[in-house]
């Protein structure tokens, strides 16, 4: 044995896989489907019979939950597809920076200043009408396979 010490990178998502296998077969609307390693959410599933030689398929038509572009894939439906960890999370905006940035009050009290405001139009000014009135608002956050984004707004009143 060795009197050497180890000393290990610690990981802040403690090893945990972005996604999780799952039968195509088993993949409906409204579910989650990573395709071209993107988290997608699925707008149409049809399932091909059996031919001559082989498994049924599946086609999935999903839209990028991040970006909204919409994607295709065929699987065989009894192989597996990657679905990813898809979690939303709310917090309380504090402020909104020169540069884009918001700052987000979490649950524990600390602050989350990392998330830029969202690309799309009609969010964008609710938030920004919204903090401009002064009136408390609650973002949702949704997170997939270590990306972040504004999906939603709340307004829990006013200050």
Do not use: W
């Not at 399932?47 to 049924?56: C, I, L, P, R, V």
């Not at 999370?89 to 405001?117: A, W």
């Amino acid at each position: 044995m060795s009197d050497e010490e180890h000393h290990f990178e610690s990981k802040a998502d403690a090893g945990a896989s972005k996604t999780y296998p799952q039968q195509a077969g088993t993949i409906r609307k409204n579910g989650h489907i990573v395709i071209k390693n993107r988290p997608c959410k699925v707008v149409e599933v049809s399932t091909s019979k059996t031919g001559k030689h082989g498994h049924a398929k599946c086609h999935f038509v999903a839209i990028d939950i991040f970006t909204g572009k919409k994607l295709e894939d065929i699987v065989p439906s009894s192989h597996n597809c990657d679905v990813p960890h898809v979690n939303r999370t709310d917090y309380q905006l504090i402020d909104i920076s020169e540069d884009g940035f918001v700052s987000l009050l979490t649950e524990n009290g600390n602050t989350k200043d990392d998330l830029r405001l969202p690309t799309d139009d009609s969010l964008l000014s609710l938030i920004k009408d919204g903090f401009a009135e002064g009136k408390d608002l609650v973002l949702s956050v949704m997170s997939a396979m270590g990306e972040e984004q504004i999906c939603g707004i709340k307004d829990i009143g006013p200050k």
